[in-house]
């Protein structure tokens, strides 16, 4: 070896030694200047020594290191200035920074698209053609635990200036406005200590290529509840990752950027570019480009080259409403797979951050929650309710061995014993222990929860979810206190029902009811066995005297709280009086379908002039009004692929994607007991939603029914009309799979086809900051044809044979009113059944639809 090797070698080592003895580290937190809100992957270097960078992780903590003293630091991230930072202080080992970082105000307007190709696009592009390798669900299968916390607090940084500003109002007195000044600085102090509301949960997932999904929630804490039916909030609050063309946002669909549609949509521009060992990570911030009218977002995106997978995500929803601002974060780490996978491994999401900001009136609502009327300045931008959610993922496995066989019709599954679990127990998920104010939150709440009877109000959230109210041992129907029909008019009653607090395997009920139109008691009594509650396996026994809808069809298990087609009871004015007895046995089997099987006896009588005309063994015609039934029957409802949520609330349909299917079978004995009737009955109902991306969605419902044998008008179909003449008493309400222009009663069949089609728009045609009506298109046909004319006696009526057609336009959501929409609805009737007079042909209406539709 030469002197000259031996003597680079000696400086080399003896650099290594020097650089060790002159390790230095700079760690702290990156936040936004003005708001005080953390900033996630903030990129930064030792000024001087580009290559010497690191990046804030999601919650804005960084540690930086060099083998040398660092006196200065420099700061970059898109939408801020940068920033350069003395750190005049000796030490090699420096914590607890805050660094803070000036916004620069950019306005999409203000976007430019230069001349020639743009250098982001082929980055873009390289993602989007790697999308379905990197995206975790369309590759593997996994598990992974799952860690969430949700609390909620407020921005109160203009509090102080808002109630000073009061002093100059002639109208507020000086000693009211000193009230205030003092109130709201109590609220401040308050929240410095403690949160408004936190929650926590833990959850297990696995999951298999294509489509097989569990998630058990194994612990669950919320302050101020004993259990909580919020376990699954924070999961809810954005997609799982970043590769959907569709972007899940608090129930929102919005268009990813980087996906086929979201390329031709958006602007692209690379910020920055960093260097991970070999790899390099571009940082490519994204805008909807001008004159788009679309679900959009704004944001940015960190892809790295190694399989150009996403490894950090920044993105806001671009919202009309202002009252609500939503931010989301998204960390992917790359994983690796197990040796006999045959892969390297795969990135994967580690932890999602939502955080989101409500308006001013919803603060002063906490605040009055909190125990004080203090009124909180509506025009300070710094009022702000906010609600923060963190979840981290971990102990990720790739490529387990799970099998189909061990997934069934359950995917998610709240333990029933979540609610009860140890501090030892959290502490083995939580990312950390309990901070101090994290601690005081749960003693606070929970002890307001306790004093205030939480717990107790709560069950009103089940009772409507349920449509039952726990009340100690019984459970009342509250389905049953207050409906309207067009026979009865108000009809008043109340059910109550046995619980599992008396057994979990027998349920006794019955109801009362009276009807001031009517003027008639009706009530009805059952007795329940239930053998399986998760997979609905029950005996029943009931007797009914009531009345029912003459030509009208029901279906098992065919019921939504929020659709409008449950107002269709509004318009039935043509009742018959019923009594019957009914033995049925409901199960849900074959994975996909639920099952009704029933036989009954009943009879009928009509409250109107209509008879059913027969020939006896004379050949003389006789009229009657009475009817009695003997039935046997299947009742089914088919939704393929739909999948349910296990909870203490038994369980709750998830939804799917396919069109749902119910059906009937009925066979009516003659000389079966009292009946009189040899008939068979089939009736069917198809429903789908189809979402279009950024063009809203369509409705398709299918209804058909067939009657063999000559059977009375209480068994026929009657049109499923729903017009009623506009009088100052009256103004008509449109209805769901129903006929807006065609008279009730119109039509009579034994045998019909009906199909209801629309399209909402939602807002995608009319967007405005104040003002966001959705337009909605529908159409609708039906045919019907009537074997029995001569049967049908003392009423009039049309057949459908030659086809019904109606179509219309709806604008809902001119005005919003807390849960519900109203709008207006015109619809025109044509064919061959349009009436000589135009106007007769219109029908206008309001359209009330709810928040959650």
């Known amino acids: 070896m030469t002197s000259k090797k031996i003597f680079l070698l000696f400086i080399g080592i003896f650099s290594i030694i020097y650089g060790y003895s002159q390790q230095s580290t700079v760690e702290g937190k990156v936040i936004d200047k003005t708001t005080g809100a953390i900033l996630p992957f903030v990129n930064m270097v030792v000024t001087g020594h580009p290559q010497l960078g690191a990046t804030a992780d999601i919650d804005g903590n960084f540690k930086i290191a060099a083998p040398f003293h660092i006196t200065s630091l420099t700061f970059s991230y898109v939408g801020y200035k ?435 139109g009517d003027k008639a008691f009706k009530y009805g009594g059952d007795v329940g066995f239930i053998f399986d509650p998760y997979n609905h396996v029950k005996l029943d026994f009931a007797y009914q005297q009531d009345v029912i809808g003459a030509g009208t069809v029901s279906f098992y298990n065919d019921q939504s709280l929020l659709s409008t087609e449950n107002y269709y009871d509004y318009f039935i004015n043509n009742m018959d009086k019923m009594k019957k007895e009914t033995v049925s046995l409901s199960f849900d089997a074959l994975r996909y379908f639920q099952f009704n099987v029933f036989g009954d006896e009943q009879l009928r009588t009509t409250t109107n002039s209509y008879f059913f005309g027969q020939s006896n063994a004379s050949d003389v015609t006789v009229l009657t009004n009475q009817y009695w039934f003997t039935e046997g029957g299947i009742g089914f409802r088919f939704a393929y692929k739909e999948n349910f949520m296990k909870s203490p609330l038994g369980m709750i349909s998830l939804g799917t994607k396919y069109p749902i299917v119910w059906g009937n079978i009925t066979q009516g004995f003659n000389n079966l007991l009292n009946g009189g009737y040899e008939y068979t009955r089939y009736d069917l109902k198809i429903s789908k939603d189809f979402h279009i991306p950024q063009a809203g969605y369509s409705s398709l419902a299918v209804l058909a029914g067939y009657v063999q044998g000559n059977v009375p008008y209480t068994l026929l179909y009657n049109g499923k009309g729903s017009y009623e003449q506009i009088s100052f008493q009256n103004f008509p309400l449109a209805v769901d799979n129903s006929f807006e222009t065609m008279r009730i009663n119109e039509f009579l069949s034994n045998r019909y086809i009906n199909l209801f089609y629309s399209h909402n728009f939602e807002s995608f045609l009319f967007r405005h900051k104040h003002f966001r009506p959705e337009l909605k298109l529908v159409s609708h046909a039906g045919w019907g044809i009537l074997g029995n004319l001569g049967s049908q006696y003392g009423i009039a009526y049309k057949t459908m044979d030659k086809g019904y057609y109606e179509s219309g336009m709806e604008i809902n959501s001119l005005l919003k009113t807390g849960f519900f929409r109203i709008g207006i609805g015109a619809y025109y009737r044509y064919g061959p059944y349009t009436f000589s007079t135009p106007k007769d042909n219109l029908a206008i209406k309001l359209t009330i639809t709810t928040s959650f539709q």
């Not at 509301?197 to 097989?212: A, G, I, N, T």
């Not at 977002?297 to 997978?309: E, L, P």
């Not at 929650?369 to 609600?387: F, Q, R, S, Y």
């Not at 309990?434 to 307001?448: G, H």
Request: with cysteine; glycine share 6%; proline share 3%.
């Open 82 to 516: 940068d920033t350069v930072i003395s750190l005049n202080n000796s030490s090699n080992n420096i914590k607890g920074l805050t660094i803070k970082l000036q916004e620069v105000s950019l306005r999409l307007q203000e976007v430019r698209i230069l001349p020639g190709i743009n250098p982001a696009l082929r980055i873009i592009r390289a993602a989007i053609d790697n999308k379905d390798k990197n995206n975790p669900e369309k590759v593997h299968s996994f598990t992974y635990d799952s860690y969430n916390k949700l609390y909620c607090t407020a921005d109160m940084k203009g509090a102080a200036d808002t109630a000073n500003s009061l002093d100059s109002v002639k109208t507020i007195p000086h000693t009211h406005s000193d009230t205030l000044h003092h109130i709201h600085h109590s609220i401040k102090r308050l929240l410095k200590k403690q949160y408004l509301f936190l929650m926590e949960s833990v959850s297990q997932r696995k999951y298999l290529y294509p489509d097989h999904n569990y998630e058990k929630v194994i612990a669950s804490r919320t302050s101020g509840l004993t259990d909580s039916p919020f376990a699954l909030l924070a999961q809810q609050l954005q997609s799982f990752s970043f590769y959907n063309d569709q972007i899940n946002i608090m129930e929102n669909d919005y268009l990813n950027p980087v996906s086929d549609g979201g390329i031709k949509r958006y602007y692209f521009i690379i910020e920055d570019t960093l260097y991970s060992g070999k790899d390099t990570v571009y940082v490519i911030s994204f805008t909807p480009r001008s004159g788009k009218n679309f679900n959009a977002m704004k944001g940015v995106v960190y892809i790295n080259t190694n399989g150009y997978a996403f490894q950090n995500v920044i993105a806001q929803p671009i919202r009309e409403d202002q009252s609500v601002s939503i931010h989301i974060q998204q960390k992917y780490e790359y994983i690796s797979a197990p040796p006999q996978s045959g892969i390297n491994g795969q990135w994967f999401p580690v932890q999602l951050n939502t955080d989101w900001y409500y308006n001013n009136s919803m603060l002063t609502d906490s605040a009055i929650m909190m125990g004080t009327n203090a009124p909180i300045n509506p025009d300070d931008e710094h009022n702000k309710l906010k609600v923060v959610s963190r979840g981290y993922i971990k102990n990720i496995v790739l490529d387990t061995n799970l099998r189909r066989g061990q997934f069934g019709r359950v995917e998610i599954e709240v333990d029933p014993n979540a609610s009860n679990k140890t501090d030892d127990f959290w502490n083995k998920y939580r990312i950390d222990t309990l901070s101090k104010k994290e601690k005081r939150t749960y003693r606070v709440i929970d002890s307001i929860g306790k004093s205030n009877h939480f717990d107790r109000k709560l069950k009103w959230f089940e009772a409507f979810s349920t449509g039952e109210l726990k009340m100690g041992w019984l459970n009342m129907d509250l389905n049953r206190i207050l409906n309207y029909n067009g026979y009865e008019k108000f009809r008043l009653g109340m059910g109550l029902h046995t619980n599992d607090e008396v057994s979990k395997f027998v349920s006794v009920g019955g109801y009362g009811a009276y009807g001031t």
